[in-house]
């Protein structure tokens, strides 16, 4: 997104985030719901960069957010030396872990991994502004909510492929140069 490229447009982030209607849903996970096997499955049954964390599946709200790359390793990472780390172990990105029944099998802590304050704005945020902050941030992706509810995500890549539909569209709209 280099800084000489305006960018004019009516757009808002809803526009241009993704899942778009029709395509499967925004790909989350939960901060104490979920097995190491459930975290698994999710991060290698897609190729998304990175994952957003949430409360719960039904509230949607946003914990934080974990890159693919970093979940890969540490899960890989504690399979080898961290004893008891199983399949079935409970994956936990909270500050304190949640009592564990009796004969569950140890959890795995991976807090230290998510990034704690990632960067949201709302559905109706204008794309002008949003794209002056993926360059002044210098942002790969962005969440999206509405009402404090996670509704989507929008990367770099999404934003770069908005412009050059717009510009393809309507050339007068947007300037390169
Ligand atoms: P890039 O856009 O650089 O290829 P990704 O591979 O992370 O980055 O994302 C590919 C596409 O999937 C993008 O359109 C993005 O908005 C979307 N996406 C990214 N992460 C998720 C996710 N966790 N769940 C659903 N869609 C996602």
Do not use: W
């Not at 447009?9 to 395509?23: F, K, Q």
């Not at 890969?72 to 872990?97: M, P, W, Y």
Request: net charge negative; glycine share 6%; aromatic share 4%.
């Amino acid at each position: 997104l280099e800084p000489k490229e305006e960018f004019e447009h009516s757009s808002l982030a809803v526009d241009v985030m993704r899942p778009r209607r029709g395509d499967p849903a925004l790909a989350v996970l939960t901060q104490d719901g979920m097995t190491v096997g459930e975290v698994e499955t999710i991060v290698e049954s897609t190729h998304y960069s990175g994952f957003p964390v949430v409360v719960s599946q039904e509230s949607q709200r946003l914990v934080g957010f974990v890159l693919r790359r970093d979940l890969l390793i540490s899960i890989d990472n504690a399979r080898k030396r961290q004893d008891g780390i199983v399949s079935a172990s409970k994956v936990v990105f909270t500050e304190h872990t949640p009592a564990q029944p009796p004969e569950a099998p140890p959890p795995l802590r991976l807090r230290g991994i998510m990034d704690l304050s990632p960067f949201t704005v709302t559905d109706h945020t204008a794309m002008d502004i949003t794209v002056d902050i993926f360059r002044k941030l210098g942002l790969r992706q962005c969440l999206v909510t509405h009402n404090g509810r996670l509704l989507g995500i929008i990367t770099k890549k999404d934003i770069l492929k908005h412009m050059a539909q717009i510009a393809n569209r309507d050339p007068d709209s947007i300037l390169f140069n």
